[in-house]
């Protein structure tokens, strides 16, 4: 199945057939800095907690780990099929956007969902009123492929066709709604809505050729052929990126991940 832009709808549907290939290369980029960030909170036996987003359960498992069997976790997605079942963890299909708030929680994580909706600050406003005193709101997103993201290629034609990938995630984003910008905007949005504590770190770091986030970005051109197309690709450029994103001699600046806390007043 091939994903399709659609504004204010995610790109990547949780049941095409490579949903779960790409929430695995997810967790390997992601799960160290985002475990990292979690203990941080503090979180502990008996705290309350939702993922949101909740992908194929690793954080979410982790969290109940963290909690015990006197604290809770929530897990929600659109389609929460990939996340298995685990003691003190809940699974839940959610529209964070509109569906009843589940409850009240210590902590709330949502990981690469808000940059995804156009209403994403109505959200995170929204989310505030699901903390308990106390509580604390952590958020990740990406900020998105730099223009100038090929740090070395295997050859001139690999690091034009890497360059215009870039330039055509970019677009294709665009379409569907994506807000790249919204990464870094969103310590100020913590701010301005009343919360405490606001942290923020990014992460970025060099991707080789063979990597998980190069073979995330291989795995995108294989769901947005049609659409990367479209959006600037030249005639040959598939080919050529998937031959690319899997050689060493391919190295270019990662994504950037953003994850920015807050807490709500006691």
Not at 24 to 34: P, R, S, V
Not at 64 to 69: K, N, T, W
């Amino acid at each position: 199945m091939r994903a399709e832009p659609v504004h204010g709808h995610y790109v990547f549907d949780n049941g095409n057939e490579k949903a779960g290939e790409q929430f695995q290369l997810l967790c390997d980029i992601l799960n160290a800095h985002t475990v990292g960030v979690l203990r941080a909170t503090g979180v502990t036996s008996g705290w309350h907690c939702w993922d949101i987003g909740a992908g194929n359960g690793t954080i979410a498992h982790w969290l109940a780990r963290a909690v015990g069997p006197t604290g809770t976790v929530l897990a929600t997605d659109l389609a929460p099929q990939h996340v298995p079942p685990h003691d003190s963890l809940e699974i839940r299909s959610h529209d964070v956007r509109g569906d009843d708030l589940p409850g009240t929680f210590d902590l709330i994580h949502v990981r690469l969902v808000l940059m995804h909706l156009p209403e994403r600050e109505a959200v995170l406003r929204r989310l505030l009123a699901a903390l308990a005193p106390g509580g604390v709101l952590v958020v990740s997103d990406w900020d998105g492929p730099q223009r100038d993201f090929v740090i070395t290629a295997p050859d001139a034609e690999a690091a034009a066709a890497v360059g215009r990938f870039g330039g055509a995630m970019h677009t294709v984003a665009g379409l569907a709604g994506i807000d790249f910008s919204w990464a870094r905007r969103a310590p100020a949005v913590f701010h301005q809505a009343g919360l405490a504590d606001v942290r923020c770190t990014g992460v970025g770091e060099i991707w080789p050729g063979g990597s998980p986030g190069c073979a995330l970005f291989r795995l995108h051109t294989l769901l947005l052929p049609g659409p990367l197309t479209a959006a600037g690709l030249a005639p040959g450029d598939l080919d050529t990126l998937a031959d690319a994103f899997t050689r060493p001699d391919l190295r270019l600046w990662s994504l950037r991940i953003y994850t920015t806390t807050g807490r709500l007043a006691a």
